[in-house]
């Protein structure tokens, strides 16, 4: 609660300067396109009335890069995932089956937007490493995404900043991450319940390429997520080259994390592992249902 509060201030500082942009967003949209920031399909015309978060939606509000990445995939029942789901979310299903991952990367290279890049770097957070655990969802905006169970991370500003502004379910931990020719290791621990996952994989020698059509492109071609904030349902964008991969077996695997966010898995793992993207990372927009047609 104190952490919370503590951060007050800040999200009074942010809801003034949303109202600011709200009510000047004409001229912010006609400022954007004329700096090339904003295609000028997309601005605001004279006595158009417009919500601010879908013209504000196409800006970009950071930059990263992800790489050393690993998916680890086992089937589920969709009941195990429609338990955990807020209302308004279903299981997204292949063939019938619900899918949880384990997946560890490398997040480099972040950073914000334009000027807004050098409190980045005076920040020192544009290197740390991310263990997630996520399930797949069906919005009640027709539309298809991740949901984060945890995302755990080792950089403290970063989970912190994650959990205010996105809501995002993050957990300050320990990540380590050793490669060599034949294997990938990734490891993590949690520093409040001491949860732990371990990933021992050994690449195949395949060259990449695009994820297969089918379940391969179900699991790692995914562009949005859905999370909560502040009791309402949230959608974020993002925008990458799509994925090339390669296959990997399993040698060993500790998945604490998985079953502490509600998962019972003992079936043989998906596994593959995936070349460096450059991510682009937009704002959240709220969640409305489709309207009968």
Not at 4 to 31: C, E, G, H, M, W
Not at 42 to 67: E, F, V
Not at 261 to 267: D, W, Y
Request: aromatic share 10%.
């Amino acid at each position: 609660m104190l952490l919370v509060n503590s951060f007050r201030p800040f999200r009074k500082i942010n809801d003034f300067q949303y109202d600011l942009v709200a009510r000047n967003r004409r001229t912010v949209s006609n400022v954007l396109v004329r700096c090339g920031l904003l295609d000028s399909s997309c601005s605001i015309g004279r006595g158009q009335k417009t919500d601010i978060s879908i013209s504000m939606s196409n800006i970009p509000i950071m930059h990263q890069t992800w790489s050393k990445i690993v998916w680890c995939h086992w089937p589920v029942d969709p009941s195990q995932v429609a338990a955990i789901l807020p209302e308004g979310l279903e299981p997204d299903l292949y063939e019938g089956e619900a899918w949880v991952g384990l997946i560890p990367f490398s997040m480099q290279n972040l950073r914000l937007p334009g000027p807004f890049r050098i409190l980045t770097k005076l920040l020192r957070v544009s290197n740390f490493g991310e263990v997630n655990v996520r399930t797949y969802v069906r919005g009640p905006d027709g539309h298809t995404g991740v949901w984060f169970c945890t995302l755990d991370s080792d950089d403290w500003l970063a989970v912190t900043t994650a959990n205010i502004a996105f809501g995002l379910p993050y957990r300050y931990a320990t990540t380590h991450f050793e490669e060599t020719n034949e294997t990938m290791n990734w490891s993590v621990q949690r520093r409040v319940d001491l949860a732990k996952a371990e990933l021992v994989v050994r690449k195949t020698g395949e060259s990449s390429r695009d994820a297969e059509p089918g379940l391969e492109e179900f699991l790692v071609e995914r562009y949005s997520l859905y999370t909560l904030r502040r009791g309402k349902l949230f959608r974020g964008q993002l925008k990458h080259a799509k994925w090339q991969v390669a296959r990997a077996s399993l040698e060993h695997v500790v998945t604490e994390t998985v079953n502490k966010a509600g998962f019972s898995v003992s079936s043989e793992a998906h596994v593959l592992i995936g070349d460096p993207v450059e991510v682009t990372v937009y704002p959240l927009t709220r969640v409305r249902p489709l309207r009968p047609t």
